[in-house]
Structures are given as structure tokens and as C-alpha cells.
């Protein structure tokens, strides 16, 4: 059996006569919102078990399944997953239900766009489907929707050293503290897909499709403005990736991304992104699959892939260029300027609710 680092830390000192959460904390170093989820996951695994009075107690693993802690896979592994001719698949490889995971927070606008988002999942997306939207709710989920409710999390605003910062929703925090909380309640288990409600698949989508590994740039180029949290959080995440020797790839291409809840929480432990900003996913596969070979997806005219949407869309160029982009690729993004383009185009194509819609 395989364990994570944090997973091998807290077995451990269940072994060694630590009953409590409290006392895991303490003979673990980790934190106590780290430590419930993975006693949580531990459980699952079948290796802890947990009484009504809250006390755990060990089931020890025989000799014959050594437990191997790791965070970084082998880079063949990698490459399995990471298939550049994406519509090949590999029918024994196909997962039976996969967990969507779309952290929300609820605008008029955004609303429409999850609405739409999840009409192209239920349209496209090749395979069962099972929906945790981790924040904000609207009023026409169905139950085929797995609800989880998250107060937007506020931070101290980045001043320089001031006695008094304001606090602030940080986008990127906000999101960890999102994922934190799904694999927290076990919503979200093992391999996961992570996307937005901005994001909508445009053809026949595979889960191989998704676990393809795809980059925009890297870190260190121009991420917006100067000031800005993105562009803040995008040169401490490139920092850290620094400091630990490892790639600052920008894996940020607004595209659905797969990920693992028990690799997911190491890392949010490792670089302690609880209180601060980093680019999480980036944080992510920098840190899991270093010596990965990701596919360029810029999202620019170019890019093959997905398409970024931001501006507004008149004239005959443009028109033909929306025709390309929901002809020939995969994904798009947009934000609230673009989507007033975009939504009739969706409306058009998917004018029929899916099985998450009232």
C-alpha cells in the first residue's frame, strides 16, 4: 500500500500510542486542519479506524505491503498519463465515476455561467459524472448536485509590514481553502477533476484528455498588474517552487485539471497555503510531476487547445475565429466581458437543462 508523507507521519504516531487528534498534532508537527482530513483518508484506506468517543487505533499493515511514503511520482508514470494524441484511449483505463469539483463563488453573471458550464459537462464529457460544488449554492441545483457551503475565506492584504491589514478574499487562498474543505468532508477522494465555472468543454472530452498535463508559460513572465494578487501570488508560488529546487512552470491554462485529494493536501501542508496566496495548481504539478513534459496551451489565437476569451467579439474576423474555436478545440474560458458573446452561442448550442439544472 502507498501513502503520502503526511498520510505515513499521522499512521505512525497512531502506532506509537497517539489515541487523539490533539495528540497527533503534537507528535506530527502538522496542523489540526491537515490532520482530520487525513485521518479521514486513513480510514477510508482501511489502516485507522475511529470510535464514537473519537478515539483511533491502528490496523497494522502487514509486512508484506510495506508502506512507501512518497509526493513525486516516477516521471514513466507521468508520461502514461500525460498523452499528447488525447482522443486515443485506453478502455481499461476509463474511470467508471469521477468527482468534478468546481469551487464557486455566486455573482448574477457567474451563476449563468456554471449553468452553462455544467450543460457542456453533461453534453461532452465522456463518462459518470459525480458533481461537488464547493461554495456558494443556487437555487436550481438538483440533487444530483453534492453541495457543499464555504464562506468566501479572507486573509490579511498583502501592506508591507503594516500594524493593521485589511483582510481581502484572495482569490487563490480562497480556492485552497475550498479544496481543503471537499476532501476534508471525503466529498473528494483519490484522483479528481478540478475546473471553474468559466470553463466549458466544447467537444467529446476523455478523462485522459484532462489528465493530460498542459502549460501556459512560466511564473516568471508578465502575470498581470504590478500590484495585482494574481501576479503577487504567482511570484511567491515561483519563489518557493525556487527554494525547493524544482520547475516554475505556470500550469494556470483555465483548463479542467486532474488532480489527487491525499498529493493535493501534502502539498497545501508542504508549502503551508493556508494563510497566503499561490498559484495552487502550479504549486501542484511543479512540486508531483517535476520532470513532466507538458503540452504548450496558451490560449491565444494559436493555441489549438483551449481559448480564452476576454474581449468583446464584433465583426467578420472575429466571427470566424469563434466559429475555429467551437469547431476544432477542446476547451474555453471566458470572463464576464466575453461571456456576454458567449452566452448566446451556448444557449443555441445546449438549450436543453442537464441533470444538475431545475
Known amino acids: 500500500m502507498t501513502l503520502t508523507d503526511n498520510q505515513k507521519k499521522v499512521y505512525d504516531a497512531v502506532l506509537a500510542g497517539s489515541s487523539t487528534?490533539?495528540?497527533?498534532?503534537?507528535?506530527?508537527?502538522?496542523?489540526?486542519?491537515?490532520v482530520n482530513p487525513v485521518i479521514n483518508s486513513l480510514i477510508k484506506k482501511e489502516v485507522l479506524t475511529k470510535s464514537e468517543d473519537g478515539t483511533i487505533t491502528p490496523i497494522v499493515i502487514p509486512a508484506t505491503s510495506p508502506v512507501i511514503p512518497t509526493v513525486v511520482e516516477e516521471s514513466n508514470d507521468i508520461q502514461k498519463r500525460n498523452l499528447e494524441n488525447s482522443n486515443v484511449t485506453d478502455p481499461e483505463s476509463k474511470v467508471e465515476e469521477t468527482t468534478l469539483l468546481i469551487p464557486y463563488i455566486s455573482t448574477p453573471t457567474q451563476?449563468?455561467?456554471?449553468?452553462?458550464?455544467?450543460?457542456?459537462?453533461?453534453?461532452?464529457?465522456?463518462?459518470?459524472?459525480?458533481?461537488?460544488?464547493?461554495?456558494?449554492?443556487?437555487?436550481?441545483?438538483?440533487?444530483?448536485?453534492?453541495?457543499?457551503?464555504?464562506?468566501?475565506?479572507?486573509?490579511?492584504?498583502?501592506?508591507?509590514?503594516?500594524?493593521?491589514?485589511?483582510?481581502?478574499?484572495?482569490?487563490?487562498?480562497?480556492?485552497?481553502?475550498?479544496?481543503?474543505?471537499?476532501?476534508?468532508?471525503?466529498?473528494?477522494?483519490?484522483?479528481?477533476i478540478l475546473s471553474n465555472d468559466d470553463i466549458f468543454?466544447?467537444?467529446?472530452?476523455?478523462?485522459?484528455?484532462?489528465?493530460?498535463?498542459?502549460?501556459?508559460?512560466?511564473?516568471?513572465?508578465?502575470?498581470?498588474?504590478?500590484?495585482?494578487?494574481?501576479?503577487?501570488n504567482a511570484g511567491r508560488t515561483a519563489e518557493s517552487l525556487k527554494k525547493a529546487g524544482l520547475p516554475v512552470i505556470n500550469y494556470g491554462t483555465h483548463t479542467p485539471m486532474v488532480l489527487n485529494a491525499d498529493k493535493m493536501l501534502d502539498v497545501i501542508t508542504q508549502y503551508n497555503a493556508f494563510d497566503k496566496g499561490y498559484l495552487l495548481t502550479s504549486l501542484y504539478y511543479n512540486t508531483v510531476y517535476p520532470d513532466a513534459r507538458p503540452i504548450h496551451t496558451p490560449g491565444n489565437q494559436q493555441c489549438r487547445i483551449n481559448a480564452s476569451v476576454y474581449r468583446p467579439l464584433n465583426g467578420a474576423e472575429d466571427a470566424a475565429l469563434v466559429d475555429d474555436i467551437f469547431s476544432n478545440r477542446k476547451f474555453i474560458n471566458t470572463n464576464d466581458t466575453g461571456w456576454k458573446y458567449l452566452e448566446p452561442i451556448f444557449n443555441k448550442l445546449n438549450p436543453s437543462p442537464s441533470q444538475f439544472e431545475k
Open 21 to 34: 487528534v490533539d495528540y497527533i498534532v503534537t507528535n506530527t508537527g502538522l496542523t489540526k486542519q491537515t
Open 201 to 232: 468543454l466544447l467537444g467529446r472530452t476523455t478523462f485522459e484528455d484532462l489528465a493530460a498535463l498542459k502549460f501556459r508559460g512560466k511564473l516568471t513572465d508578465d502575470l498581470g498588474k504590478i500590484d495585482g494578487p494574481y501576479r503577487i
Open 111 to 192: 451563476g449563468a455561467e456554471l449553468k452553462a458550464a455544467l450543460r457542456t459537462w453533461a453534453k461532452h464529457y465522456d463518462g459518470k459524472l459525480r458533481v461537488v460544488i464547493v461554495g456558494d449554492r443556487e437555487d436550481w441545483f438538483t440533487d444530483q448536485i453534492i453541495h457543499i457551503a464555504h464562506e468566501p475565506h479572507m486573509i490579511a492584504k498583502e501592506c508591507g509590514g503594516c500594524i493593521a491589514p485589511v483582510l481581502e478574499v484572495n482569490p487563490q487562498a480562497d480556492v485552497a481553502h475550498k479544496i481543503l474543505t471537499a476532501i476534508a468532508t471525503n466529498e473528494v477522494q483519490g484522483d479528481f
